[in-house]
């Protein structure tokens, strides 16, 4: 039997600054290595539709978030909804999957999705809903049909085409 090591939050410079911390000198790659090399299966969790307010991102494109609606965190403090409606968002959330499976990550455990179902200014004429499964459409096509999705703070049933396992509860 193998077992599965999931990096939970933590491992990231910044909720939306997907790059390792200091925590993980070598990087994610060499993480991912290290632990198929001991035999184990790898996962990682983000929260790929967030970005908290400080970060780059939000100053360089405040065009590419949800239109005066934010997300406070009870830990982390307000935090950005990326509009993936929006090309340039849409192609930034993928590449922030890309180069996280590119890694050496077989699952993502994608976290916090319930906020693309916030109403608010969007990029394009889409409901919240609509919204939503572009977004896990975008991470599906992104990730890979080989890479497990596990969904977790998101709305049941909407997503379920998209995502391989579904977490209820805290």
Do not use: C
Request: aromatic share 10%.
């Amino acid at each position: 039997d193998k077992f599965r090591i999931v990096i939970d939050d933590g491992w990231q410079q910044a909720w939306g600054d997907w790059t390792a911390n200091d925590k993980f000198p070598s990087g994610l790659e060499q993480l991912a290595t290290d632990l198929k090399a001991d035999g184990f299966e790898t996962g990682i969790w983000l929260a790929p539709l967030l970005v908290h307010e400080d970060v780059a991102l939000t100053a360089e494109h405040p065009d590419w978030f949800l239109a005066d609606t934010t997300y406070n965190h009870i830990t982390q403090g307000p935090m950005k909804i990326l509009d993936v409606t929006h090309p340039g968002a849409a192609g930034h959330l993928s590449q922030v999957i890309e180069d996280v499976v590119s890694s050496g990550f077989d699952l993502l455990k994608i976290d916090f999705l319930f906020v693309g179902t916030f109403e608010a200014g969007r990029h394009q004429d889409k409901t919240a809903i609509e919204s939503y499964n572009m977004a896990l459409d975008l991470i599906r096509q992104a990730a890979g049909p080989d890479t497990i999705l596990l969904s977790v703070g998101s709305p049941p049933v909407a997503g379920f085409e998209y995502v391989d396992a579904w977490r209820v509860g805290p």
